[in-house]
């Protein structure tokens, strides 16, 4: 298994290419289900998610091409990824692939409003907290869906097809309001879906779905309106850019002092963390092609988080930024309220020294710690990537294993740090 190995204390200097979301590409991909045409997506992602994906989406019998490298074509900028689904050979979604990845729960709406039915496991536990599917299903069942779980697997059917109807989440859900767009644009008559998650990636599954025919009303609002169409036909989409990606690498110009500038991103899709960062003491501006984050010689200071759903903190930048005050001067209160264990990342920063207490949703961090270098193990996606932040301001070596857990979700992380002047390299083997 790979390993990568961080020295710390160098500073960031230059410019990082944000790539296409991975939480935009995964429900963009599983929506070429909804069409027997072509759907093009560019901007994809090269994550082992995106690859997974692609597998699973090939046994429901989605023909996938990834489109020919040009010569002197760097590698960035992600890949063109040709999606079709002209016959659907099978839908049942095998627990083997779906609990490798939760989002692949989401192929039951696509599978259920053209097929009429779909067979998809349940995705089971998974190291951040219990994630239920309850508000998927419920949505499905308020569109006429019949739904029993037998066996680990839940078997939906709707043989006449679904019809709309009003949806209201009693808890803001990405996956959920995923699930209830892709089934409501193929269902009869008009659905609304209140209480709709906002998040820039909903955002970009709706107005790709726009282009393939759909009709919704309310795009970036908590209140959607669907009105369902008959059959959807082939688009072309660029995949939005990152902005957990872009986050991470924002917080971690902050600690390791520099001047960063993020290309592609704008800030409209991460304010609140940019925000945060701002009051933590980094300068944070706006430039033509993307943000520039610089912290030269001012010392980082304790800022209180509480994550939310869009436009409030984002619970996928929470680790990084507990990362970063570590070195605040000061304790800082960081309260999680979307997901009840999400803090599987303390036990390993304290490995490198930094002093964090937790006390129910809430980690009270005891910032100005001297963090130094040790061997530790990335636990979660997201929880890895704050141990790389740490690690840049540790002084010498840490030696993170389980990296599987980042090639999910940064696409060429080393290479992007490495070329900002970071002392990193991965291990193989
Ligand atoms: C998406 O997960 C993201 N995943 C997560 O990113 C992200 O943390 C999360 O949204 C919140 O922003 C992808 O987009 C692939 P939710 P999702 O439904 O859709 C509860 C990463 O690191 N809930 O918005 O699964 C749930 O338990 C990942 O990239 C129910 O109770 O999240 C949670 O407490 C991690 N019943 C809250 O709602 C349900 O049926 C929000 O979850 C569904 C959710």
Known sequence: MDRIKIVGGAELKGSIPIAGAKNAALPLMIASLLTPDTLELENVPRLSDVRMLKRILGNHGVDVMVAGKRAGDSGE???VVRLCAAKIVDTTAPY????????SFWV??????????AKVSLPGGCAIGTRP???LLMALERLGAEITIEAGYVHARAPNGLKGAEIAFPKVTVGGTHTALMAAVLAQGTSVIRNAAREPEVTDLAN???????????????????EGVAALRGAVHRVLPDRIEAGTYAFAAAMAGGDVTL???TPDLLQAALDKLSQAGAEVSATNNGIRIRRNGRGIMAVDITTEAFPGFPTDLQAQFMALMTRAGGTSHITETIFENRFMHVQELARLGAKIRLDGDMAIVEGAQTLKGAPVM?????????????????????MISRVYHLDRGFEGLEAKLARC???IERIRG
């Open 77 to 79: 900028g992600g890949e």
């Open 96 to 103: 083997e692939l779906v609990s490798q990845m939760r989002a």
């Open 108 to 117: 039951i709406a696509p599978l259920l409003a053209r097929m009429g039915e």
């Open 133 to 135: 599917v309850d508000l």
């Open 208 to 226: 790709c779905l726009v282009k393939m025919g759909a009709r919704i009303k309310g795009i970036g609002s908590s209140t959607l309106e669907v």
């Open 263 to 265: 290309e592609g991103v």
């Open 378 to 398: 990335a636990t979660d996606l997201r929880a890895s990537v704050s141990l790389v932040i740490a690690a840049l301001a540790a002084e010498g070596e840490t």
């Open 421 to 423: 002047g970071a002392q």
